[in-house]
């Protein structure tokens, strides 16, 4: 048996090596052009692309977290995400939200219009404006394609992306769009965006509540609400919090926005969102 | 003189008689061994169809070790394919494990109507 298995261990290194062999650098080079062959952001069938590539991503991560099937706090986190949505300009993308059950304090933008966020985050929530705060991050992660930068295919240059990948026929590249879709997942709920990404939707998620109406600075209260708890269960994936929350005050202070501007909508939010 | 003449006379006689018999005998024995029983035909059948059979058995078995040998090959290059396409997308150190997937949910997501135009009315109450 030992020996049958050792025999088949050798002959399996010897194929992976020689097949290593054949991939040449130019190879490898093609490969990414063609996966990074971009199309305009506008292209129809582009589009559908990214939303195939989130609804992979989407129900991975609702086959990891088990999806609270609440209609009201969802139609009322429906409501504020998608009024932020139309904020961001993407009129084309037709946003979907929901809520995962976890203690983690934590929120996903899948790819395509996909937004989740855990009972663990609505649970530390004081507020409307919080809760905005939230889903603008996620949509600016999601309007910036954040996830699809991190696969480490941009490196011919960032505004080219993956998703013109799928109107190639063939095997491989089907098969390399699966694992994509995996690796997407496991930088979304284990590894986490960089701390530049974070920043940037920082930025943008202030810059949306100022525009609505609400007050920019119950986002940073937020972050200092998940800096407090983050000894004991905030999720890994926001490692910096210190350092947006600094970013952030400098941000506000340069922009000259006023605390006390800006509505927070106490009592709505405790009326839907009931955990 | 003429007793020697006849002993050689029929000397010769007799070695002409003997000649022929052994001739006769010999074409009896030939047609002998050409003509076959019906017993013999019959061996001689079974033996062909016997070694007909093994023939077939041999070849069946030489095919059927050839495609288990293109089998693992296949096998072999399918895997080290996939090995190939993960080299190339810089994958690093992820490791790829079961993940499930649920499209019921997803499909409960995606039913929940919500209006644009409501909702930004609904933000700015």
Known sequence: MSKTLLIF??????????????????????????????????????????????????????????????????????????????????????????????????????????????????????????????????????????????????DISSEQNIYSAFNILGGAVRTALEKLNLIAFQILTEQGLPENDEYEADIDTIQTLQKIGYNPHSYVKFLNNTLLISKRKFSSTHPSTELRIQKLNEFLVSKKISKDKGKLNTDRFGFYVEI | M????????????????????????????????????????????????????????????????????NKKRLRLRAVSARIGVRGLLDIGELEKGKVSINYEALSWVETQELSETESIEFLNQ
Not at chain 1, 131 to 151: T, Y
Not at chain 2, 25 to 52: A, G, I, P, Y
């Open chain 1, 9 to 154: 261990f050798f002959v399996f290194s010897i194929s992976v090596k020689t097949d290593a062999e054949v991939v040449k650098p130019q190879k490898k080079q093609n490969f990414r052009i063609r996966l990074n062959n971009s199309i305009t952001e506008n292209d129809t069938k582009l589009l559908e692309n990214e939303i195939v590539f989130g609804r992979g991503i989407a129900s991975k991560l609702l086959g990891k977290y088990e999806l609270l099937k609440d209609k009201k706090i969802n139609n009322y986190i429906g409501k504020i995400g998608t009024g932020i949505a139309a904020q961001f300009g993407r009129k084309q993308v037709k946003y979907f939200f929901g809520i995962l059950v976890s203690e983690e304090i934590n929120a996903f933008a899948a790819s395509g219009g996909y937004i989740f966020i855990t009972t663990g985050t609505l649970k530390i929530l004081e507020n409307e404006a919080q809760l905005a705060g939230v889903l603008a991050h996620e949509i600016s992660h999601d309007k910036r394609k954040h996830i699809v930068e991190n696969l480490n295919l941009n």
């Open chain 2, 2 to 69: 003429q007793i020697i003449i006849f002993i050689i006379f029929i000397f010769l006689i007799l070695i002409n008689n003997n000649s022929f018999a052994n001739s006769k005998s010999n074409n009896v024995k030939k047609e002998r061994e050409n003509s076959f029983s019906f017993e013999e035909v019959d061996q001689l059948r079974k033996k062909s169809t016997e070694l007909l059979k093994t023939k077939k058995t041999v070849i069946r078995e030489q095919n059927k070790s050839s495609l288990i040998r």
